[in-house]
């Protein structure tokens, strides 16, 4: 496989190698949340993934600065140009200012994205920070003659943009020509527009309307696909890296910020657009209305009745990573029981691993050479477009030969000391920088160091007692143990306990 980072570039709509503007540093632009509710599962999904994204540009040394926005403003429920803002929605409901809404969800947000290990963005800007450069924008686009004023209001201009540019629906691939017959049944009261495919990029607010600023056309707010344009061009500048987001957004959320950028400035913004897939259950998509859909807080407690249990966040993590990010991943009970046994696996064969030592062959040996094409195969499929369920089965590999090291069906003798260094250190930059897997100890209390410490005198002392040929005691412990949730298994170097 090559070396170079392949990815799959939404625009073309094909893999192409990846070439950043500026050699050693990349520019990536993700579509945060909307903070009007708590995150759901499919959010989560993307954001885990554009997190291992960002995690393997930092292992192969870019210098990355990595925005996420938080949208705080003019996202409206109809997602296009109809119904009222979703925050101001919520404030009404919950008898909030707009602001302690977005804080009280943004809040919540970031403690799940702790909760799932993801690392923090270089940067996040919220719409409601940048309506002077949201402002500033409108005015590029009407000076530009993409956009019209109408009754307070501006529109963009999506035929005559169509016509003299020739590259609306590139990224959706949708035709104009079809997008107005579709809008046609959608505009209801919106005769300000001259097309039925034009959207708002800044409107004018109603008397009841939470948010409002002053603008050259009326007291008002942005329009919800303008802030990422504006934001983008602001921290990454006029062409830029990489912009993700779910496949929902292609259209029309993404389709209007590439318009909204030639339009203002005559350039695309991002070079490579990367699209993660919906996350099904029990192969349908989620839907409050019918009950087939589940929170996060019910995947990590087990209370519902799609779930048998509950499941770890590193398990769920797990899970979403043996799914490529651009495929559709569904959420079954059978899929996460599966996921649940399969990171436990992981982690037993990097504990096994970090206790062989005393590797006594040569490099030229054949299974020198077999491990490390394994690991470097894992390696190309992460570089092939980030592949992380071809990468994980690959480290699913190296565990069958790491258990066979200590089941004594192979050698040490037949390893180098060398190779054995770099599986050691290729399993712990996989597991825990690349994919960003946390040892379950770490995640359920923080206490990982205190919980080894602790585990390790009680079988000290069940050890004692078995020197002592005392089995009544020796018993008693491993059977507690096993009914707290923790298997404690002999072997010839020892005791070695995992949770079950």
Known sequence: MSQDLIVHNSLKRQKEVFTPLEKGYVGMYVCGPTVYSDVHLGNCRTF????????????????????????????LTGDSDDGEDKMSKRAKLEQLEPMEVAQKYTIGFHDMMRIFNTLSPSIEPRATGHIPE??????????????????????????????????????????????LVESRDDLKNQDEKRHPADFAIWMKASPEHLMRWNSPWSVGFPGWHLECSAMS??????????????????????????????GACDCTGARVWLHTNMLLM?????SKSDGNTVTPDQLFTGDSPHLSKGYSP???????????????????DEALL???????????????????????????DELDKEINELIDGAFAEMNDDFNTPKALARLFELVSKINSFKGGQLSLTNISAATLDRLQASFRTFIFDILGLVGEASVDTGNGDAMESAMQLILDIRQD???????????KIRDALKAAGIVVKDGKDGAEWSIE
Do not use: C
């Open 233 to 262: 061009r602001k921290y990454l500048g006029e062409q830029f890296d990489i912009h993700g987001g779910g496949s929902d957004l292609k259209f029309p959320h993404h389709e209007n910020e590439v318009a909204q950028n030639v």
């Open 338 to 364: 599966a996921a649940e046994k399969g990171y436990k696996r992981l982690l037993e064969g990097y504990d096994v691993l970090g206790k062989l030592s005393g590797a006594s062959g040569t490099e030229s």
């Open 465 to 475: 007692a078995r020197t002592n040929k005392d089995w009544g005691t020796s018993d």
């Open 134 to 179: 949201q402002i500033e924008m409108v005015q590029a686009i009407l000076d530009n003659g993409f956009a019209y004023e109408s009754n307070g209001s501006v529109y963009f201009d999506t035929l005559k943009f169509a016509e003299e540019k020739g590259i609306y629906g590139e990224l959706s691939g949708r035709k104009i020509d079809e997008l």
């Open 48 to 75: 885990v993934s554009f997190d291992v994204i960002y995690r393997y540009l930092l292992h192969l040394g870019y210098r990355v600065r990595y925005v996420r926005n938080v949208t705080d403003v003019g996202h």
């Open 314 to 332: 590193m398990a769920i993590r797990f899970f979403m990573l043996q799914s490529h990010y651009s495929s559709t991943l569904d959420l079954t």
């Open 282 to 286: 029990n192969g349908r998509k989620m």
